[in-house]
């Protein structure tokens, strides 16, 4: 999917290996490229440059991190996690000023720090501990780092902000992305790491391609005509169904309708942003609608109950994608409610070949079918080789079991139905 959104992956070559089962699977991984000796180089000296560079503003917030301690606005007694600024890809501009700046870098560092002091706390928390004690929101904590970087911009030319718990870094739409690296790198040369000064190539030696926009927007469960609209070109086209069989009151019935009472967002560590209850999870490409997961938020996990997409994009593997992104969604929300650990794919059967990718998202655990306890998937695998049904939690049969064995063959991602109507619990951690 980044790659799509970017403009680098051969759509025309993904698609033919997509219609044609004897093409490897590399073919979906092919980029286009000038083919040539010194464009590798470049690329290389390129990803030097960027490394270089998101090095030294992990240091310049490791430094500020280590200031806020040293003055009493974050916990002394707690080891904080080191700082990562990471390059941020076209397909996840999200928060771009259009005409005015380009979002270039970005930290989750408020995250880790919120976590990391909320449970440190929760250790030592007693009945007395007064409301102050309370750990900081990410939102709060990048706003301070970010306060604190104003020297970097100025520097640097970079335009440093906090958004929504993130450090974000801009640089000015009408500055050359070559002459702003170089720009970074020589500060970097300089402070931290004393390394000789090297220059990036101009981006017109590499061939211009169209990017796109992707937009992932979750609304509440609702009807929706352009949803039903592609719903219904999925069930034809996918799973041969016919026009009968799609009727907008089974539609409604299967994924708008929920018995699940919406919890709207209550301040506290009780309710995530999002709230709990039924979602749609939408993924838009330049506008286009191109797949909608349906999932349950609640208290304890992520319930992921079906997915749909717009047949022409099989080549991107929405189904992949959709997962993992709905896994990104229970790290982010664990943070504002430690309470939802766990994304659950739902029913798993070993024997069905369409099912077996769900346990390559792990660690992952199996529910026992007789005393409902939860069995790590590596641990059952053995089990489930030999016999259609058994008793997971039966320790004499664990016991038993040959668990040296691969908890997935290579070839079970490449098997993965993109319907995700079956699952199973996955741990995010």
């Not at 219609?19 to 490229?33: G, I, K, L, Q």
């Not at 040539?36 to 500020?64: A, F, R």
């Not at 931290?192 to 061939?207: D, F, I, K, V, Y």
């Amino acid at each position: 999917m980044p790659r799509f959104v970017d403009g680098a992956l051969d759509v025309k070559k993904a698609v033919e290996a997509t219609e044609d089962p004897s093409t490897c699977a590399s073919a979906f991984n092919e980029v286009s490229s000038l083919g040539t000796k010194e464009t590798s180089s470049v690329t290389k000296k390129e990803k030097n440059m960027g490394d270089h560079i998101t090095d030294y503003l992990s240091e310049q917030v490791d430094n500020v991190i280590w200031t806020c301690r040293e003055s009493g606005q974050f916990p002394c007694s707690v080891q904080l996690p080191k700082a990562s600024v990471k390059k941020v890809s076209q397909a996840k501009r999200k928060l771009l000023v259009e005409g005015a700046e380009n979002l270039m870098y970005s930290s989750n560092i408020a995250f880790q720090i919120a976590a990391t002091i909320r449970q440190a706390q929760s250790i030592v928390k007693d009945a007395s501990q007064s409301a102050e004690d309370n750990p900081l929101p990410p939102k709060i904590i990048a706003e301070k780092l970010a306060a604190s970087l104003d020297q970097l911009a100025k520097t640097n030319g970079l335009s440093i902000r906090a958004c929504n718990g993130h450090i974000n870094y801009y640089t000015a739409a009408t500055q050359a992305s070559s002459n702003k690296d170089s720009h970074i790198a020589t500060s970097s040369q300089e402070s931290a790491t004393g390394r000789e000064g090297c220059s990036l190539r101009n981006s017109s030696m590499h061939p211009k391609r169209k990017r796109r926009r992707l937009e992932i927007r979750l609304k509440r469960s609702s009807f929706d005509p352009e949803e039903f609209a592609l719903y219904k070109r999925y069930q034809i086209n996918v799973h041969n169904d016919t026009p009968d069989d799609v009727s907008e009151s089974l539609y409604r019935n299967f994924l708008v309708d929920t018995p699940l009472v919406p919890v709207q967002p209550s301040g506290d560590d009780r309710v995530p942003p999002c709230g709990f209850g039924s979602f749609h999870q939408q993924y838009v490409i330049d506008g286009h609608l191109v797949a909608v997961g349906v999932i349950d938020i609640l208290p304890k996990c992520l319930s992921s109950n079906y997915l749909f997409w717009d047949p022409d994009y099989a080549f991107l593997s929405l189904g992949k994608y959709s997962a993992l992104q709905e896994i990104g969604l229970v790290k982010e929300n664990e943070v504002y409610c430690p309470s939802l650990q766990y994304y659950y794919l739902g029913y798993y059967i070993h024997s069905c070949s369409k099912m077996r990718y769900k346990a390559a998202y792990r660690p992952s655990e199996l529910l026992c079918p007789l005393r409902y306890k939860w069995i790590p998937f590596e641990r059952a695998q053995s089990l489930l080789d030999k016999k259609s049904y058994v008793v997971l939690s039966d320790s004499v049969l664990l016991q038993n079991g040959e668990s040296s064995q691969p908890l997935v063959s290579g070839n079970v991602m490449e098997e993965q139905d993109d319907d995700n109507s079956n699952n199973v619990l996955i741990d995010d951690e």
